[in-house]
């Protein structure tokens, strides 16, 4: 049998596809290709001289917080609610000591770093500005839309995890809610091992979600 002079190929089961389907599906292509750069160009316009927010040096998010710098090597400049929307909390624990949390997010070799660290007597650090992106959550798309809340102690030790650090950590996260119209719900507020992709198991068993959820929302009604 003799080739279709007007035909470009063949599809899945011999199925023969027209010059017009292929002219269509690059189009499509092309456009779809298009979407894709303008959606870049939207996020990326601050970059843009004299558009970019202005910052100051140890300016803090979370007020009562404590302005200790990550290493520029674990975070990534952004403007962030601008450029990524930011609608999870998500809640780690270090497997150390707070002192531990703040060496290693101070350690350009290290690779990640969490916005925030919570002391067993609930003081808070902030390490990086909410408007960039920590890389705290081994996902990308996770880092780009939440905020990482580190914890001081160990999954496996309930004591570590105070009533003090609770409500330090709930204060710092419905204060977080109240700022982007986060919901106060397990949707919206996870665990590091909840996260996609991930081979971290924190907050770990002995976290418990029902009393913090409670302990925000009763922090966030106090915002309204």
């Known amino acids: 049998m003799g080739s279709d ?6 599809g899945a089961g011999g199925r023969r596809v027209g010059r017009r389907a292929v002219l269509i599906g690059g189009t499509a292509a092309a456009v779809g290709t298009v979407a894709l750069a303008r959606d870049e160009l939207a996020r990326l316009w601050w970059r843009l001289p004299g558009m970019e927010k202005k910052r100051v040096e140890g300016e803090l998010d979370h007020k009562g917080a404590e302005w ?8 990534r400049r952004a403007d962030r609610p601008d450029d990524y929307t930011i609608d999870r909390v998500v809640i780690h624990v270090v497997q150390g000591s707070y002192a531990t949390a703040l060496k290693v997010f101070k350690d350009p070799g290290h690779g990640a770093a969490a916005h925030y660290v919570v002391r ?3 003081h808070v650090a902030q390490m990086i500005r909410e408007l960039d992106v920590a890389f705290h ?5 996770m880092n780009e839309r939440s905020i990482g809340i580190e914890h001081e102690g160990f999954v496996d030790r309930p004591r570590d995890f105070t009533k003090e650090m609770y409500e330090g950590s709930a204060r710092l996260t419905a204060d977080i809610c109240a700022r982007y119209g986060i919901p106060v ?3 919206h507020i996870i665990g590091h091992v909840e996260v996609e992709g991930t081979d971290h198991t924190d907050p770990g ?3 418990d979600w029902d009393r ?3 302990l925000v929302r009763r922090a966030r009604s106090r915002l309204s």
């Open 212 to 214: 913090y959820l409670e």
């Open 5 to 10: 002079s007007k035909g470009t190929g063949t």
């Open 68 to 75: 200790t710098s990550a290493a520029r090597a674990n975070w």
């Open 137 to 141: 959550a081994g996902n990308r798309d």
């Open 120 to 122: 067993k007597d609930g």
């Open 185 to 187: 719900d397990r949707e």
């Open 205 to 207: 068993p002995h976290w």
